[in-house]
């Protein structure tokens, strides 16, 4: 897992929608998902759902699976950075 992976909103912005030199309002009319829902996305502000994921896999946007992936190593990534509060172990030993 990489140390510090890219939130998946800024990929899909970069090598998806701009790539393909569509707007944010047609990539979203195209996924069926209000134009907020996804500057949402795109800006990084809230994460991948699997919803999406689907109907970006539908779109031909590389697969469902793959879309949860880099969300779920990002969300993993960031969660690593906080501070943890003390865990005991749940079996004693």
Do not use: K
Request: glycine content about 6%; some cysteine; overall charge positive.
């Amino acid at each position: 897992m990489m140390m510090n992976p890219p939130h998946p909103g800024s990929l899909l912005r970069a090598d998806v929608i701009e790539d393909l030199g569509i707007t944010l309002t047609d990539a979203a009319g195209r996924l069926g998902i209000s134009r907020g829902v996804l500057s949402r996305v795109l800006n990084c502000r809230v994460a991948i759902s699997a919803d999406l994921a689907i109907r970006l896999e539908m779109a031909g946007v590389s697969t469902a699976r793959a879309w949860l992936a880099m969300q779920s190593s990002y969300d993993l990534a960031q969660a690593m950075q906080h501070v943890q509060r003390t865990v005991m172990p749940l079996r004693s030993t």
